[in-house]
T-cell receptor
Framework: AQSVTQLDSHVSVSEGTPVLLRCNYSSSYSPSLFWYVQHPNKGLQLLLKYTSAATLVKGINGFEAEFKKSETSFHLTKPSAHMSDAAEYFCVRSDAGGTSYGKLTFGQGTILTVHP | NAGVTQTPKFQVLKTGQSMTLQCAQDMNHEYMSWYRQDPGMGLRLIHYSVGAGITDQGEVPNGYNVSRSTTEDFPLRLLSAAPSQTSVYFC??????????????FGEGSWLTVV
């Protein structure tokens, strides 16, 4: 089965410092990869997606992620954290073809805490 | 354009009761699915559908039934609720085209507590 692993269950940063949320995926024919954010008691909001067009993907709110096939990674970064970035982040893959078509596989989630 | 609409947002059930979580989308998406979210486990697929009249089981289907009589609606039924079904439920939809990468749209979630 295809998998997604978020390497940190919790990340804590100070406001104004960089954010790095790590995600690795099991290798397959090229998956599509997404990052979603979920604020407390809210639904999931798409931050960005990778669909093989460009390896560096820019998303909303200053986030970006780089697809590295050699490392099977899709880490999410932001140069400067804001208090409003505190939330839970999910790395998600979608596989094309066969019986996996359209199915999403979620990472376990990373809770980002931002300190003043 | 309302996107994906889930109801109810909050529900408390007694063990053994039945209920239906409603999900509707107005984007004419073929693909709809239900997930449950539990702490530390991300979202897990319960059931999904690739079109009206077609449903299939996901990773954790036990205790849940679905049907897809129209493109717009994909209700999730709990026939006899159990405390283990206490969770947050998300409905999602997306177009179904012969490539991946289509954005998946999520509903706002339904918080279900079974006592």
């Amino acid at each position: 089965a295809q998998s997604v692993t978020q390497l940190d269950s919790h990340v804590s940063v100070s406001e104004g410092t960089p954010v790095l949320l790590r995600c690795n995926y099991s290798s397959s024919y090229s998956p599509s990869l997404f990052w979603y954010v979920q604020h407390p008691n809210k639904g999931l909001q798409l931050l960005l997606k990778y669909t093989s067009a460009a390896t560096l993907v820019k998303g909303i709110n200053g986030f970006e992620a780089e697809f590295k096939k050699s490392e099977t990674s899709f880490h999410l970064t932001k140069p400067s954290a804001h208090m409003s970035d505190a939330a839970e982040y999910f790395c998600v893959r979608s596989d094309a073809g066969g019986t996996s078509y359209g199915k999403l596989t979620f990472g376990q989630g990373t809770i980002l805490t931002v300190h003043p | 354009n309302a996107g994906v609409t889930q109801t109810p947002k909050f529900q408390v059930l007694k063990t053994g009761q039945s209920m239906t979580l409603q999900c509707a989308q107005d984007m004419n998406h073929e693909y709809m699915s239900w997930y449950r979210q539990d702490p530390g486990m991300g979202l897990r697929l319960i059931h999904y559908s690739v079109g009206a009249g077609i449903t299939d089981q996901g990773e954790v289907p036990n205790g849940y039934n679905v049907s897809r009589s129209t493109t717009e609606d994909f209700p999730l039924r709990l026939l006899s609720a159990a405390p283990s079904q206490t969770s947050v439920y998300f409905c999602a939809s997306s177009p179904l085209r012969r490539r991946s990468g289509n954005t998946i749209y999520f509903g706002e979630g339904s918080w279900l507590t079974v006592v």
